[in-house]
């Protein structure tokens, strides 16, 4: 699986959102990235509703 550079990354924002007395913060996840999904919303984060076109996938 992963080499937990993701967790890592996550906590530095999250680090980051309390250093800089920031209460929300926003993450961005392509809709057809299932793990990024699960990987976030395993650490509390709930989608928006917010969409925005994703790149082709590759053919």
């Known amino acids: 699986m992963g080499h937990g550079i ?11 959102l ?4 920031l209460s929300t913060g926003v993450l961005e996840a392509w809709e057809r990235n299932n ?3 699960t990987f976030y919303a395993r650490h509390g984060w709930k989608p928006d509703g917010h969409h925005r076109p994703e790149p082709a996938p590759k053919t």
């Open 18 to 21: 309390r250093d800089t007395s």
């Open 35 to 37: 793990r990024a999904q």
């Open 6 to 16: 993701g967790s890592h990354l996550h906590a530095a924002f999250v680090q980051f």
